[in-house]
């Protein structure tokens, strides 16, 4: 399987992470990828960067090291409208937005209330990656997960770091969310969520998965720039 770029990858703007930008793109040229999403945090996340971290993205060159850089976020899902810590006058300023649970912001609710959060989070037009849905801390009905994500043209992420023991008891998860996309022919984006840059580009654990189950590469985002490219112009991010 031909991977072109990298969807979720983190600096050390998210204080959890431990690389930065320049550093990221010097292993995405190592190993041959020509674009990576910045995605760092947003700023509700404890240690996120100030909402000036994003709104000041447009100094950072298009490329580093050869390596396109798209400027985006991994916003957080606030509460159970789907509210997201991006500041609306950043909203269509992001080259690509992710969007995402995470305990440090939303905690867990019921089935329904995740439910709700995600497929209202999916709605908002700026929205192209849910991630990391295969999180067991959050349950999910899935089916209303795959309608939203067909319904508002938004890429479900399968996520490698979930895998490698940042959300335990995830594989499981994952497999089923990658078996229903291919079933109802839904997109899906592959993250690294590289929170250190030796892990960018990091798809082994997933790929493996992608082969197993014979998911096509055309459902595919991370094996053509391109792709990627016209599905955010075709949203009307000015990229």
Known sequence: MNIELDTHT??????????TITENAAEAAR????LICMTDHGPLLPGGPHEYFFGNMRVLPKEIHGVRILKGIEANIKNTDGDLDLPKYLENRMEIVLVGLHEGVLMPGTKKENTRAVVKAMKKEFVDILVHPGNPA?????????????????FIEI???SFLGSRKGSKDNCRMIAEKCRDYKLPISLGSDAHYSTYVGEFSV??????????PEELILNTSVDKLLNYLKN???NI
């Open 10 to 19: 983190h600096t050390v703007a998210s204080l959890h992470a431990y690389s």
């Open 235 to 237: 949203k009307g991010k």
């Open 159 to 161: 996520n490698n770091s």
């Open 206 to 215: 997933v790929t493996k998965l992608l082969e197993e189950i014979q998911l």
């Open 31 to 34: 190993k041959n990828l020509k």
């Open 138 to 154: 959050y349950e999910l009905d899935y089916d209303d997960v795959f309608k939203a994500a067909k319904d508002t043209n938004t």
